[in-house]
């Protein structure tokens, strides 16, 4: 009994091993979210730029840290939408930042 829950046990940490870690997911949300409001907030990104950075980011990744961009920029822009005028310059404003962190701006 004693090995089968330690086997149980290995698998679970390795299986958890094998995915993204959470800072992965996250940077994949934010890259989604740069990009996928860089025209409704007016900033610029550079094409050639993001298009490296994120295909190199995203080859390397898993599932459900592309999984986690995806949703970030379809679901951002919902958002967006939705927010007042104050909320979605502050967003803006910060997604410009971040583009600007990640060296995605021209």
Excluded: W
Excluded at 72 to 93: D, F, N, P, W, Y
């Amino acid at each position: 009994m004693k090995r089968t829950i330690a086997a149980i046990y290995f698998v679970l940490i390795g299986g958890s091993a094998l995915a993204g870690s959470p800072q992965d997911a996250m940077k994949a949300r934010e890259l989604g979210q740069i990009i996928g409001t860089a025209e409704i907030c007016g900033y610029d990104i550079d094409s050639a730029k993001v298009g490296e950075y994120v295909a190199g980011f995203l080859s390397g990744s898993d599932e459900t840290t592309r999984t986690f961009f995806q949703n970030g920029s379809g679901a951002h822009k919902i958002r967006l939408q939705a927010m007042s005028e104050t909320e979605r310059s502050v967003t803006c404003a910060s997604q410009k930042a971040m583009a600007e962190k990640y060296g995605l701006t021209p």
